[in-house]
């Protein structure tokens, strides 16, 4: 019944030069979203992948197992000191994100444009 | 059957059952919110109500009937004149815990669990929630109220 989520890996670069990895997510953030989610960003080198950005645009479904893979995915990175920001969150789960304290440990941008100056 | 109080439906309620298997509280969800839309409610209650609605039955769904596909949750929607309300009912115990608001910072250090925010979101987005243990152990529900004429935050 929940849609698979599909993952991707982009590289760009900040407006500072600094090299991002985009993990762009698709479909809903769910209990079986596990390897979409930390797989793909457990597959980033830590010692290269310094700035992370979360894609959400094209996430229609978020439920709590699914922020609780995000927050598992900010505490990996907060130990590898890497910074991690978000995008393309509806109003809705920009809310939910904001209730539950995910904006202390990641950033909360309405665009990817936002999202890479505000890195 | 209650006086109608939306344009063209017959009944206010209206009742789904789940099988207890993830995934099927999108069913609930998608319910909800149509009935929510019937209703006239505002597009970010409409959201509100999908999130509150979904936590409630995978509660159910996970901690209540314990994944058993034998047992079904049973989601019953009443619409009164100014609110909606939702029943989720399961065949478990009941939840003996109180919402708690989660703690980021205990989740990042490793002193809480990451899990555990359902109970939390629902409460927070809905005007009313109570969780009711069944008698006999079975039949317990959690009853969500969402008001009309709740003003924009």
Known sequence: MQSETKSRVEQLTSPAG???SVLRFEGDIASTSKDAVLGSYQALPKATAKLILLDFTKVDYINSSGI????QLLIEASNSAQKVAAFGLSAHFTKVFTMVGITKYA???PTQAEALAGL | MSETTMKGIKSTTVEVRLPSRMGFEKVAMSTAASVAKLMGFREDRVEDLKTAVAEACINAIEHGNRLNENLSVGVVLSAGKDSLEVKVIDDG???????HKPDIDKKMHGEEDPRGMGMFLIQALVDEAEWVAGSEGKSSYVRLVIRLDKEAA
């Open chain 1, 107 to 109: 950033g909360l941008f």
């Open chain 2, 93 to 99: 115990k009941g939840m003996k815990d109180q919402p």
């Open chain 1, 18 to 20: 600094h090299p991002v």
């Open chain 1, 68 to 71: 609780a893979l995000v927050i």
